[in-house]
């Protein structure tokens, strides 16, 4: 029979505790640093495999919550900022 380690059973009982409404984003990822730094990762194996795929998921995820005309009427307005600082590399860098 496998020992538990306390890790291998906090991490899951944080997790479900961030999905709760009682979770705001921020204190999810302080309760999740926090048991990482305190506890380690006691499932390294599986989430080596998993975080390449959630961190896509995430990325999809936050642009499907993103208001495409607002993305590029800021958009527009950085293109002034990017052609001045390309301009100022270029003159320092001369």
Same mark, same amino acid.
């Given at each position: 029979?496998?020992? !538990?380690?306390? $890790?291998? &059973?906090?991490?899951?009982? /944080? $997790?479900?505790?961030?999905?709760?409404?009682? $979770? @705001?984003?921020? !204190?999810?990822?302080? !309760?999740? &640093?926090?048991?990482?730094?305190?506890? *380690?990762?006691? #499932?390294?194996?599986? %989430?080596?495999?998993? %975080?390449?795929?959630?961190?896509?998921? @995430?990325?999809? =995820?936050?642009?499907? /919550?993103?208001?495409? =005309?607002?993305?590029? %009427?800021? /958009?527009?307005?950085? +293109? *002034? #900022? %990017? +052609? +001045? /600082?390309?301009?100022?590399?270029? !003159? +320092? =860098?001369?």
């Amino acid at each position: 029979m496998r020992k !538990l380690s306390p $890790a291998s &059973i906090l991490i899951p009982l /944080g $997790a479900l505790f961030c999905l709760t409404p009682y $979770a @705001s984003s921020a !204190l999810a990822l302080i !309760l999740g &640093i926090g048991l990482a730094v305190a506890f *380690g990762n006691p #499932y390294l194996a599986r %989430t080596k495999k998993i %975080t390449p795929k959630l961190l896509s998921w @995430s990325v999809i =995820g936050l642009g499907a /919550g993103m208001n495409l =005309g607002v993305v590029a %009427t800021v /958009g527009l307005r950085g +293109v *002034g #900022y %990017t +052609v +001045v /600082g390309i301009a100022a590399a270029f !003159l +320092v =860098g001369t």
